[in-house]
């Protein structure tokens, strides 16, 4: 979104939300039940989907993929094995990238039973639960058996993410504690930070992980965070800090060098004493790249720029906000955006759809919409259709 028209959008999202059924938005169930469905369109216009079904403690990883928006899927295909993800909490389950040969990669927070185990916690003298990432076999016959991509940190709680490129570069990301560092002053959350593995290969291998900032902001245990690689290359990175316990605000991170370093800077303050559970996510449109939260209930984004120096002020979606949770953002050529999130959805608790669309220059249009049946431990996935209008998937 082009910066000059998100100036004045504050003052026009006080206007009332009236939900309306829109032609141009058509929420779609996730296919066989599934829920957490992840979704990326590559450039040749598949749509790769992964969702999650069965104990949510100890569950399975679907793939599968669509010629055809969504109306129709390819057979499935088994991501994970013997119940190796979980999806309690709702921000712990896959995470989708596709990279330029069209080829997915996914990351998920191991379960307690997954296999391989993650480091010893030294907290508790017992391995930990795995960061763990499979991809597509090169013949693309199945998945490959999954690793765990953790080694030098413990104590993995929130969810994780990846991301990957056109150039054989995938990052996993996710927030944790160094082995190192355990024995140190620090205390409960102020310990935690973002850890990133990079691969070189195409997820052949993976780099031994890194801090990927040392700014001792800590991390929000259970709270997800949002890994994104922009057209130019640049490697964008959301999660929510834990400093002093109550400081539970967001901070962006970029990479202009394929993920060797990182620099950080505050999106938007909120002081809590307590985790709430949250997820990001990002977008980019012909205009800029996008980011999404939550804060306080209400749902918000801004644009933020693959330059790490600028971004517009954090706007709020239309109405009151309160129990508004996991946005999603998907932007068309023409610069329209769709923000999607959840309503009433909390712990056990199933709940509402809701999105609108902004146009180019930021301005609320009439495109609008409500729809109940979010499962459990459920959010949503939006994408664009051939023909620029959106569908979701929840």
Same mark, same amino acid.
């Given at each position: 979104m082009a910066g000059a028209g998100l100036a004045g959008l504050i003052p026009r999202f006080a206007s009332a939300f009236q939900? /309306?059924?829109?032609? *141009?938005?058509?929420?779609?169930? %996730?296919?066989?039940?599934?829920?957490?469905?992840?979704? %990326?369109?590559?450039?040749?216009? /598949?749509?790769?989907?992964?969702?999650? /079904? $069965?104990?949510? *403690?100890? $569950?399975?990883?679907f793939y599968t993929r669509s010629k055809d928006n969504g109306a129709t899927f390819a057979p499935h295909m088994p991501v994970n094995h013997s119940g190796s993800a979980i999806a309690a909490g709702t921000i712990r389950g896959a995470q989708l990238a596709v990279d330029g040969n069209h080829r997915p990669h996914v990351a998920w927070n191991g379960s307690p039973g997954a296999q391989p185990r993650g480091p010893i916690n030294p907290d508790s003298g017992k391995p930990g639960e795995p960061m763990l990432y499979s991809r597509l076999k090169d013949d693309g016959?199945? !998945?490959?058996?999954? *690793?765990?991509v953790m080694g030098a940190s413990f104590g993995l709680d929130g969810g994780g993410s990846l991301t990957a490129d056109g150039r054989g570069n995938v990052h996993v990301l996710w927030h944790g504690i160094g082995v190192k560092e355990a024995a140190g002053p620090a205390k409960g959350e102020a310990r935690r930070q973002v850890w990133t593995a990079t691969s070189h290969d195409h997820g052949k291998t993976f780099s031994t992980e890194s801090k990927a900032w040392t700014k001792p902001t800590g991390a929000c245990g259970c709270c997800g965070m949002k890994a994104f690689t922009t057209r130019k290359g640049d490697v964008l990175a959301m999660y929510r800090s834990a400093t002093e316990e109550i400081h539970r605000d967001i901070y962006l991170l970029h990479s202009a060098d394929q993920g060797a370093s990182f620099t950080g800077r505050l999106l938007h303050k909120w002081d809590?004493?307590?985790?709430?559970?949250?997820?990001?996510? !990002?977008?980019?449109?012909?205009?800029?790249?996008?980011?999404?939260?939550? /804060?306080?209930?209400?749902?918000?984004?801004?644009?933020?720029s693959g330059k790490g120096g600028h971004s517009t002020e954090p706007a709020g979606a239309p109405g009151d906000g309160k129990g508004r949770k996991h946005p999603r953002v998907a932007i068309n050529s023409r610069g329209e955006l769709l923000l999607v999130w959840t309503e009433g959805t909390a712990w056990q608790r199933g709940g509402s759809l809701a999105w609108q669309v902004y146009d180019r220059s930021g301005k609320v249009t009439n495109d609008s919409g409500t729809v109940p049946g979010v499962p459990v431990w459920s959010f949503a996935a939006p994408f664009v259709n051939r023909n620029e209008t959106f569908s979701i998937l929840y």
């Amino acid at each position: 979104m082009a910066g000059a028209g998100l100036a004045g959008l504050i003052p026009r999202f006080a206007s009332a939300f009236q939900p /309306t059924n829109s032609d *141009r938005v058509k929420p779609v169930r %996730v296919p066989e039940g599934g829920i957490q469905p992840q979704v %990326v369109r590559d450039e040749a216009g /598949t749509l790769h989907l992964v969702y999650y /079904t $069965g104990d949510p *403690r100890a $569950g399975s990883l679907f793939y599968t993929r669509s010629k055809d928006n969504g109306a129709t899927f390819a057979p499935h295909m088994p991501v994970n094995h013997s119940g190796s993800a979980i999806a309690a909490g709702t921000i712990r389950g896959a995470q989708l990238a596709v990279d330029g040969n069209h080829r997915p990669h996914v990351a998920w927070n191991g379960s307690p039973g997954a296999q391989p185990r993650g480091p010893i916690n030294p907290d508790s003298g017992k391995p930990g639960e795995p960061m763990l990432y499979s991809r597509l076999k090169d013949d693309g016959s199945g !998945f490959e058996a999954e *690793r765990n991509v953790m080694g030098a940190s413990f104590g993995l709680d929130g969810g994780g993410s990846l991301t990957a490129d056109g150039r054989g570069n995938v990052h996993v990301l996710w927030h944790g504690i160094g082995v190192k560092e355990a024995a140190g002053p620090a205390k409960g959350e102020a310990r935690r930070q973002v850890w990133t593995a990079t691969s070189h290969d195409h997820g052949k291998t993976f780099s031994t992980e890194s801090k990927a900032w040392t700014k001792p902001t800590g991390a929000c245990g259970c709270c997800g965070m949002k890994a994104f690689t922009t057209r130019k290359g640049d490697v964008l990175a959301m999660y929510r800090s834990a400093t002093e316990e109550i400081h539970r605000d967001i901070y962006l991170l970029h990479s202009a060098d394929q993920g060797a370093s990182f620099t950080g800077r505050l999106l938007h303050k909120w002081d809590i004493n307590a985790c709430p559970m949250s997820s990001m996510d !990002f977008s980019e449109g012909p205009d800029g790249v996008i980011a999404a939260w939550e /804060t306080g209930g209400q749902i918000y984004w801004a644009e933020v720029s693959g330059k790490g120096g600028h971004s517009t002020e954090p706007a709020g979606a239309p109405g009151d906000g309160k129990g508004r949770k996991h946005p999603r953002v998907a932007i068309n050529s023409r610069g329209e955006l769709l923000l999607v999130w959840t309503e009433g959805t909390a712990w056990q608790r199933g709940g509402s759809l809701a999105w609108q669309v902004y146009d180019r220059s930021g301005k609320v249009t009439n495109d609008s919409g409500t729809v109940p049946g979010v499962p459990v431990w459920s959010f949503a996935a939006p994408f664009v259709n051939r023909n620029e209008t959106f569908s979701i998937l929840y």
